[in-house]
C-alpha cells in the first residue's frame, strides 16, 4: 500500500513538471491528433507522456541514437491509447527497443509432426510479454509525417502491450466489468472471423488483412483503424467500433 502511494505522489510531481518547450514542438509536429483534442485531453497526454518518459528506459539498437524527436514521438502516440481511461502508464512496459529501419528477429513457427521451423524475419516492430516494445524509428517517422495514412506502428505495438497486461496475449485487454468482457467477446469473435473470410477470398476490408493472423494481431489492427480510420470503421463496422469506443472511451470520428 505504501508503494501504491509513493508511486502515486512520484506521479504527482512528474506530471506538474512544466511541459518543456522543445518537447512540445515534437508533439505538435508529430503528432497531428493533438491540434484535434480538447484542453482537457491534451493537459492529460502530456503528463501521461512526462511519466512515459520518466519511467521507460529507451534503447538505441543498432548504432541508433537517441534522440528527443524519437522518444517525445514515441511517447505521444501512446499515450494517446491511455486518454480518459483513468489507468497507470503502461505498468508492465520497462522497456523500449528503437531500431533505425526494419530488423531481422528471430522466429519460431510449429510444423507438423510437433517440430518448429527456426529462422529469422524483417520486422517492423513486435511487443514482449517480459515488458518490451520494439519499433522501427523509419516506420514511426514516416507515420508522424503523414506518409502513411491509416496505418501507425506505435498503436500497433502498444495495443499489444495493453493486451498482455493480463500475462495473456489473446486479443482481450483488462476491462472494466463483466458485460463488457461479454459484449467483447462476441463481437470480436465474430468480427475477426469476417475478417478471416474476406481475407481468404481476397476481398477489401478497412481492417488491414494482418488482423487475421490471430485474435492478438486482430485487436492491435482494429486498434490502428480505431484511431486511424475512425469515420470508415464506423460506418462499415459500427459494433466493432462501438467495443472499441467502450474500452478506450475516445470518439476518434467525431474529433475528427
Known sequence: MLRF????????????????PDWFAIVDRNASFFRRLSEDDRRELLGHIQVFLAEKIFEGCNAL?????????????????????????????????????AYLARDVEPI????????????????????????????????????????N???????????MEDGASDGTPVLADRRQYAAWSTVMEDEYDRLRRLDHLGRY??????????????????????????TVLKRRHPELYEVLQAFYRQDPAETG
Open 5 to 20: 502511494f509513493g508511486r502515486r505522489r512520484r506521479e504527482q510531481e512528474i506530471r506538474s513538471r512544466p511541459f518543456p
Open 65 to 101: 541514437e537517441l534522440t528527443d524527436e524519437i522518444r517525445v514521438t514515441i511517447a505521444a502516440h501512446a499515450c494517446r491509447l491511455l486518454l480518459r481511461r483513468q489507468v497507470d502508464v503502461f505498468p508492465r512496459l520497462i522497456t523500449v527497443l528503437v531500431y533505425p529501419s
Open 112 to 151: 507438423a509432426g510437433g517440430g518448429v521451423l527456426e529462422g529469422e524475419v524483417v520486422r517492423l516492430g513486435e511487443a514482449w510479454k517480459d515488458g518490451v516494445a520494439v519499433v522501427s524509428w523509419d516506420d514511426v517517422r514516416t507515420m508522424a509525417i503523414g506518409e502513411t495514412p491509416g496505418r
Open 153 to 163: 506502428l506505435i498503436l500497433h505495438e502498444f495495443a499489444h502491450i495493453l493486451d
Open 205 to 230: 476490408s478497412v481492417l488491414d488483412p494482418y488482423g487475421a493472423t490471430n485474435p492478438a494481431e486482430f485487436f492491435a489492427v482494429a486498434t490502428e483503424a480505431f484511431f486511424e480510420k475512425a
